[in-house]
């Protein structure tokens, strides 16, 4: 046996641990999605048979028109305005700026029951219009697959216009005058060379729209437009018939993984490269052209008519709504009391979640980035699938392994003479356990890149004068990521605002947060009652879109200082 064998330490508990602990935060991520998959290896025929014959055609058909409808929208709203704020400088053009970021604090279905409040039939818009040109007018009927794809795209063409318009700030100057030179217009060089270019930026932000178009249920229920995402609901607790649900979700899981695995590998056969800004040798970003006569009136005419559509108006009808609640005197009192529970236990909640998902990502984080851990990086993209998947679906997968869990603990029970019944099943670990599932990508990403930060010099120099691993964490790392930590904690609490399928089909008994509150008023048509609830997610979420632009002007500055 050589000298070099025999050198070799044996691994001590501590490393044991620090290379199993982050395996550990992996697979609490993977085991739900994982045991849906296995669900699929033996199919319920009787189920499906009866699924093919009554609803599934239908949702399959309209989940596609309206991911492709939402894309679409998204695409072509998102890439030209950002085009325009970035290109062109025109009157309110500072302001619409940031301001056409704002309607990603309003969720889906909030922007669906102030538009069904406001275009249907009994609605402002119709009986003012009937009022004036007679009651034989034909409008267009809101509740439908187009009304819901036209929300949609109003509310999530903002994932599209800020990847897109850090895409575009980021081209050079030279593609532009060589463009120029040769006697291409501007849109012709924006079709031909400027969307191209950014066509990985354009790919994902078109994918995330369409992911959260896809996993949606409350909106397109509103709108009578059922897809997957609703039936999976529908079925779950419209036809008491878990099974079929959980298989059903198991297919739109295999659905959500394979439109993920298809963005990644568009986006990774994608190289396009420039030298521009970052390399110094040219003039820098693209000279905006200032607009003069009928077009700087028309650019700015467009954003203030996407910027009235897709925020002012929902921001509006929800503030008259709410005032003319609270002015009642008779519900008032009541009213409060019971708002009061409401935020209590939705931001009770979402503390609860924000802290464990950042702290998981930080174990995570802070795992991928030593080099001896090789499978630090593979267990981290593991443990971030959670995003892709719709709520139902993680909460099917949830209740699978929490059941098997419960199942694990009655058995152990008996053995020592004790009866047990359901423990986390249908209690609040359930929950946080599927908002961490969820939501652990958004605090992945805003932890790495505050570990960006930290250099390996830094932790060489530590590791060098004795600190151990858990010394160079707390004296290092965390008073240098503490924004990341707080900036993740912050995207985290809001998305758990907000979320609401695997609220509904997992919330104990006497455990509704503002989501589910704002859903069944606005089921029942009472817009005015679910105007402070809706409001109230409106505001908190505007926290992560403020701190969005923040990044957006600070990353902007840093190019102009370069």
């Known amino acids: 046996m050589s000298a070099r064998a025999t050198a070799r330490p044996f691994p001590t508990a501590r490393s044991v641990l620090g290379n199993l602990l982050p395996l550990l935060v992996a697979g609490l991520v993977i085991v739900p999605m994982g045991l849906l ?51 062109y400088r025109f009157p309110g053009q500072r302001f619409f700026d940031w301001a056409l970021v704002l309607p990603l604090a309003v969720p889906t279905y909030v922007m669906g029951f102030v538009y069904m409040a406001t275009f249907d039939f009994a609605g402002p818009v119709q009986t003012t219009l009937r009022a004036w040109f007679g009651a034989d007018l034909v409008f267009p009927n809101i509740r439908s697959g187009t009304g819901a794809i036209l929300v949609m795209g109003l509310t999530l063409y903002p994932y599209v216009y800020f990847l897109a318009r850090a895409a ?11 463009a120029r030179a040769m006697g291409y217009s501007h849109t012709r060089t924006f079709l031909k060379l400027v969307l191209p270019m950014a066509r990985p930026s354009l790919v994902a932000g078109v994918t995330l729209a369409s992911l959260e178009a896809m996993t949606d249920f409350a909106t397109v229920r509103f709108f009578n ?36 695995m298809l963005e990644r590998a568009l986006r990774g056969r994608s190289r396009y490269y420039q030298h521009g800004a970052r390399d110094g040798r040219t ?38 709504w709410t005032v003319g609640d609270l002015s009642r005197a008779a519900t008032a009192t009541a009213l409060r009391t019971v708002y009061t529970g409401y935020v209590l236990r939705t931001f009770g909640l979402a503390a609860v979640a924000a802290v464990v998902a950042v702290g998981l990502a930080l174990v995570l984080a802070q795992n991928a980035r030593l080099p001896e851990h090789k499978m630090g990086r593979i267990t981290a993209r593991l443990a971030t699938m959670g995003y892709a998947v719709p709520g139902a679906v993680i909460a099917a997968g949830v209740l699978i392994t929490l059941a098997g869990v419960d199942r694990s603990i009655a058995t152990a029970a008996r053995w020592i003479g004790f009866n047990s019944s359901l423990l986390l099943t ?8 599927a908002y961490v599932v969820r939501f652990m990508a958004v605090a992945y990403n805003s932890v790495e890149s505050s570990m960006d930060k930290v250099t390996p010099q830094m932790d060489m120099a530590a590791r060098t004068l004795g600190a151990s691993p858990r010394q160079v964490l707390w004296r290092i790392h965390l008073p240098m990521v503490k924004i990341g930590l707080a900036a993740g904690a912050a995207l985290v609490f809001v998305d758990v605002m907000k979320e609401l399928p695997a609220t509904i089909l997992l919330m ?4 509704e947060t503002l989501s589910v509150w704002t859903y069944m008023l606005a089921a029942e048509s009472l817009w005015e009652s679910a105007a402070l609830p809706a409001l109230t997610i409106v505001v908190v979420g505007l926290l992560p879109v403020l701190l969005l632009m923040r990044v957006g002007r600070l990353t902007t500055a840093e190019g102009h200082s370069a």
């Open 508 to 511: 104990p008994f006497g455990m």
């Open 426 to 433: 249908a209690s609040i670990v359930g929950l946080i356990y």
């Open 168 to 178: 575009f700030r980021e081209q050079s100057s030279l593609t532009f005058d060589a």
């Open 225 to 260: 437009f059922p897809t997957i995402s609703e039936g999976i609901v529908h079925v779950w607790q419209g036809m008491m018939n878990r099974d079929a649900a959980i298989e059903l979700a198991a297919v739109f899981l295999l659905v959500a993984l394979g439109l993920v």
């Open 283 to 320: 003039g820098g970003r693209i000279t905006p052209v200032v607009l003069g006569g009928w077009r700087r009136w028309a650019a700015t005419g467009a954003c203030f008519l996407v910027f009235a559509a897709a925020f002012a108006l929902p921001a509006a009808r929800l503030v008259l």
């Open 37 to 87: 998959l296995v669900r699929l290896l033996h199919p319920t025929t009787a189920v499906w048979i009866q699924l093919w014959e009554t609803i599934l055609p239908l949702m399959i058909r309209n989940t596609f028109l309206l991911m492709m409808g939402v894309g679409v929208i998204t695409f072509s709203l998102g890439s030209g305005l950002a085009w325009l704020v970035t290109v």
